[in-house]
């Protein structure tokens, strides 16, 4: 008796579950797809909203670092622009005053304008280097790393550069010396 009840309700538990599996009316599937389709488009949409939004303000940082690194880049040429006005007029004053040699005040000037180009340079490399890890940042998280190594790589080799170029002018000017 007990396995007759329990075939009983093993029957009665198959039915209940095959009716969960019934096939949907075809009205009834046009609305679940026209709402699976509603959801789905505003999931685009709002996908689509962030993103612009994320893009937006990576654009505006990069604007913000673009005109940072321009100020960086116009202070530095003054400055370097007034180191060598100073520097002329000093070789100009020290040949008339003190009536040194010519060639002595000349490679003083060209060792003054070798550090002013190394000094806007170096503000170049500076200002590139701000611009580059600005836009390093609006990538995905995956490339930043890579990204921000060559611009830390590229910054390094116009460092060396423009050390380079100083040292080679003022060896030049010391040069003249002799």
Known sequence: M???YAFLISGVLALSLGACNRQESTAENDR???KAQQDAAKDVAD???KAS???EAAQQKLDAAHAEASADVAKANA???EKINDATTDANKAERDAGKDLAEVQASSFAKE????YDVAIAKADADHKVAIEKCESMPSAAQGNCKDTADAD???AKAHASKA????KSSAENLKH
């Open 47 to 49: 996908a689509s909203k």
């Open 114 to 117: 070798a550090d002013a180009r």
């Open 155 to 157: 910054l390094k080799t």
């Open 166 to 169: 100083r040292d080679d002018a």
């Open 2 to 4: 007990k396995i007759g």
């Open 32 to 34: 679940d797809v026209s």
């Open 79 to 81: 400055t370097a622009s």
């Open 53 to 55: 939004t994320e893009v």
